[in-house]
């Protein structure tokens, strides 16, 4: 009984929170203009790539299961079909008439990504290897809003390569018969200070953590972006 208790207040607690931060979308042709609001007395932080978008992915807070490049701190995009069912997308490799060149380019984007990293990891005294690639994409990738304050920003959207990545694409397939609504969510990321170093969670001490639900309004799908 006190279990259910517990579940109920946390419940409520995580609606209020949301209540006090809106996250609202237009879309022109095939650009997402989004804008955070926080309508709240406090200072919240969000894990927001603010150049990149992904899949949505009821499961979508295991780092591990991406490649390097993933913008997993990237808003979701959310397709529903008209029956409000959850549209899924398809993973794949883009073909190319040189896939050599365009491999090696691969490569040595990762290679330059990895020295990012471990230089970063030495300079905030982070041994692990993935942890450090984990705090340095949060650490880029915060957005920290203030009291009655409004973050506005654009994101390309494209739903045959929704990650804009360069070998691997995420696709979305959709039926030109039905009717699809839009909208971006962020994925609900739990504990993520805990990959912050002390030093960092002292800077950010006067942020909270936003860990509630965030989604964004619903739009119905325009044709610029089923091209």
Known sequence: ???K???LILTVLSSLVSAQLRLEVKLIDSVAEVTIINESKEQYILPIDKTHVRPYEKNCNTFSDY?????AFGLMVNLLDSSAKHQDYVMGYRSFDDINSVKKNIDREREKLKNTVRKWGDKNNIKNYNIAHINYNLINNLVCIKPNQKI???IKVDLYNIT???????NYSLKHSENYNFYLSLCSYNDLDRYLTSSQKKKLSKYNFFYGKLESNKIQLNNSLRN
């Not at 490649?67 to 913008?71: A, I, K, T, W, Y």
């Open 1 to 3: 009984m006190i279990v």
């Open 5 to 7: 208790y517990v579940i």
């Open 67 to 71: 490649e390097s490049e993933f913008p």
């Open 152 to 154: 506005s920003f654009k």
């Open 164 to 170: 804009n990545q360069e070998l691997i694409f995420y």
